[in-house]
């Protein structure tokens, strides 16, 4: 019954499945990152105190969104490399450190954009910014460890431990505007309670975070198909194939 | 065979540690020296003013006192997984953990203590107030005793990587970034008249996660390192 589940863990059965995955991915994501930025620039109307400025917001929430969720999968996919020493799991941490790193940055320039105008500085180092300036940290050490080792098992291992030590920062970027008083604003949606957003700008807000998180998934079974050919470049299943 | 008691076994790596420093002991008066000339920079740096200096003081000697510490955990397995030690260590049937923390705190006492001697004098050289003495030294024995922890999973991460000593940099002062936000604040604080408290709290809950969790993460990464 679980044959399914442990087929998983093979790589020419993932490499065929993520291949088959991938469109299911992009396409959707493509549709509802380009949807949900037409209704963030033209329909939603301007907020009353930051004007049209704050449109910005629908690229910058959902990649720092995507940047915490990324380094808890890298994470949990490192940990469950080492625990059932499943070498697919370990391809999956390094697939996800780029993209992590990538949303990172994306989240610190967007939230720099942002900043200048609106709160008159590029950079302030309060514990939220401060905190997700680490977690760029975190992933560029994470890909330099994976690249200092020539044996691939020796890498894989080393830069799992390296990923569950470093998860300790992800809930200490989320909860960071509550237990400090930052420049950066409190959660207005992850929190107890009523969302303190309006509803009319909320919408485009979600169908941002779900594209993106498509867009992850699209994202991943591509970087997971190069590194699976990347590890079994030698085995005889991918010699048959090609 | 009667096996060797825990505490007992634990003495022995500490006791080695310290015989081995003690016969170099050279190495063990670099990383102080390299401190004292790190904090000599800043003021040719910046300005020789001391009342401008002060504000910065508690920085200075914490961000020195977290580069020395780092040039120092480079070696700290390095000698050990050479001549086959950790691999004796991993098959002794002892804790590793327990092992590695004993030598952890060798390590912290011949690095990380001369150090926290050495920042007052220091620090009064960028003109830290006398008040501000007891929080510098007890933030920086907290901070660098979690350090040497951190440094000890990095290090057992990279060992035997070529170049690994600004890789180990990499890897661990990212992690140390909160220490270093709270010890240095927590000495400003003390400067402007306010209670230290908070930090230094702080500062010790980092430590103690890192003393309980510490060792596990080491004795998985120096697992991984002698593994091959």
Redo the contacts between chains.
């Keep these: 019954m679980w044959l399914w589940f442990h087929k998983l863990a093979s790589p020419p059965h993932a490499y065929r499945l993520l291949g088959k995955m991938a469109p299911w991915f992009g396409w959707p994501a493509l549709i509802l990152i380009l949807t949900a930025t037409w209704w963030g620039l033209f329909k939603v109307p301007p907020d009353y105190q930051q004007g049209d400025a704050f449109r910005i917001l629908y690229v910058h929430a959902p990649s720092a969104w995507m940047s915490m969720f990324t380094y808890v999968v890298m994470a949990v996919a490192a940990a469950v490399g080492l625990i059932w020493r499943i070498k697919l799991a370990h391809a999956a941490s390094a697939a996800c450190a780029p993209i992590g790193a990538s949303f990172t940055f994306l989240a610190l320039a967007t939230g720099s954009i942002w900043g200048k105008p609106m709160w008159g500085t590029w950079w302030v180092w309060d514990a939220r910014l401060t905190s997700e300036l680490l977690l760029l940290f975190l992933y560029l050490g994470y890909m330099a460890l994976r690249a200092s080792f020539d044996e691939a098992q020796r890498a894989d291992r080393a830069s799992a431990v390296l990923a569950i030590v470093g998860v300790i920062n992800v809930p200490i970027i989320h909860y960071s505007v509550q237990w400090w008083t930052t420049l950066h604003q409190p959660a207005s949606v992850t929190k107890m309670g009523k969302p303190s957003i309006a509803a009319v700008m909320l919408v485009p807000l979600f169908l941002m975070i779900a594209g993106f998180q498509l867009y992850f998934g699209w994202a991943i079974s591509r970087r997971l198909r190069g590194e699976i050919l990347r590890r079994e470049r030698n085995a005889g299943w991918l010699k048959e194939a090609s | 065979m009667k096996r060797t008691p825990i505490f007992e076994a634990a003495r022995l790596v500490f006791q080695r540690d310290l015989t081995l420093a003690w016969r170099r002991w050279d190495e063990v008066t670099q990383p102080l020296i390299f401190y004292v000339v790190v904090t000599t920079m800043f003021p040719l740096a910046t300005t020789p003013d001391l009342a401008q200096l002060r504000v910065i003081s508690g920085g200075v000697v914490w961000v020195a006192a977290l580069l020395s510490s780092l040039l120092a955990l480079e070696a700290l397995f390095r000698s050990d997984v050479e001549d086959g030690t950790t691999e004796q260590w991993v098959l002794s049937g002892q804790p590793l953990g327990w092992l590695l923390l004993s030598k952890v705190a060798a390590h912290w006492m011949l690095t990380g203590l001369p150090l926290v001697v050495m920042s007052p004098i220091v620090g009064t050289a960028l003109g830290l107030p006398f008040n501000a003495w007891g929080t510098l030294v007890i933030s920086l024995l907290l901070g660098t005793g979690t350090l040497s922890i951190l440094g000890g999973?990095g290090a057992a991460?990279?060992v035997g990587?070529?170049r690994?000593s600004v890789?180990l940099s990499?890897?661990v002062?990212?992690?140390a970034?909160?220490l270093l936000?709270f010890g240095a604040r927590s000495v400003g604080m003390v400067m402007d008249g306010e209670s230290p408290a908070g930090p230094l709290q702080l500062l010790a809950a980092i430590f103690f996660m890192a003393l309980s969790l510490g060792p596990l993460?080491m004795s998985?990464?120096i697992r991984?390192?002698v593994?091959?």
């Design positions: 999973i991460l990279t990587v070529r690994g890789l990499l890897l002062l990212p992690l970034m909160p936000i993460a998985a990464a991984i390192s593994e091959n």
